[in-house]
């Protein structure tokens, strides 16, 4: 009875620690720049595992014909690649958000990736070949090979690129904390100009502004002002940060965010980024990794 107890418990703290670990922050890349490079890579590179193993019975082919198929299952691969990469994130942005990004959803996104490659190469095949073979046994034998040899794969180097981006943004932020200024705010800057409604205008001077999020079609304005306000304005943050531009202070740290560095209380870091905890408020505006380098520099120059 006892035994058995222990057993339950050690089970119930291994589910637990592994669901710690599933629902840890995960790197999701947005930037479609980024993904198409990415994607022609990947493409290649299967171009190139094709022509070397010569799977999908083409080591009976002749080399013209071996780089014919290699070409085709290539370009199979660039369209699933196109399908999950680049359509389904742009059609269906509120399942990629990187703030909710987690390594569960990242297995989980790439195991359809290995689902939707099987099928698709499956059924290229078979029209290459006529269906010579398009039973529900063939399809299964063919998912079962892609899944043996690629989730393993998948979950193993999500795992150890979480921890190496963990790891690195970590180290970052630790260096960045001895930069932070313990000085208060700089000398007053210009006022900028808001426009809440047709009959309604706020000022509001530069360096009173904590950070300012996009939300849909309107930004959340977070300024001190004899305490902490906040006011909902529909207006883009690309064209506040124009307004913003002069000052050494605003920094845009991610794309749906504008932050006071001077307001800065400490920096974390996880394989997602750098997030930035500010004094007075309990909200954690997130870094970005593509601004990181620029908000380094930033923190040294105003230490």
């Not at 010579?132 to 998912?143: D, G, I, K, Q």
């Not at 706020?202 to 939300?215: D, G, M, T, W």
């Amino acid at each position: 009875m006892v035994l058995r107890d222990l057993l339950f418990k050690n089970i119930k703290l291994s589910m637990h620690s592994m669901f710690e670990i599933l629902n840890q922050p995960s790197p999701l890349n947005l930037e479609y720049p980024k993904r198409v490079k990415q994607l022609l890579i990947i493409t290649i590179l299967i171009f190139v595992f094709f022509i070397a193993y010569k799977p999908f019975g083409l080591n009976n082919e002749t080399l013209i014909n071996c780089i014919k198929m290699s070409a085709y299952f290539s370009a199979v691969v660039l369209v699933i690649g196109v399908i999950n990469v680049i359509i389904i994130p742009l059609f269906l942005p509120c399942l990629f958000k990187e703030i909710s990004w987690t390594l569960k959803r990242n297995i989980a996104w790439g195991f359809w990736n290995l689902f939707s490659f099987a099928s698709l190469i499956f059924i290229a095949h078979n029209i290459y070949y006529h269906f010579y073979n398009f039973t529900l046994r063939a399809y299964l034998m063919s998912f079962y090979y892609v899944f043996i040899l690629g989730f393993p794969l998948t979950i193993v180097s999500n795992i150890l690129y979480q921890n190496y981006l963990l790891k690195k943004h970590q180290g970052i932020a630790e260096a960045l904390n001895k930069n932070l200024s313990n000085e208060n705010l700089l000398s007053p800057e210009n006022q900028i100009e808001l426009i809440i409604n047709k009959f309604k205008n706020v000022r509001i001077p530069v360096h009173q502004l904590l950070y300012i999020e996009a939300v849909g079609n309107y930004i959340d304005v977070v300024y001190e002002n004899n305490g902490i306000k906040k006011i909902i304005i529909r207006e883009t943050i690309g064209n506040v940060e124009q307004k913003t531009c002069t000052s050494q202070n605003i920094f845009r740290s991610h794309r749906s965010y504008l932050v006071n560095v001077h307001y800065i209380k400490k920096i974390t870091g996880d394989s997602q980024g750098l997030k930035i905890h500010l004094k007075e408020i309990d909200n954690i505006i997130p870094v970005s990794r593509s601004k990181i380098k620029n908000f380094r520099e930033l923190v040294s120059k105003n230490k």
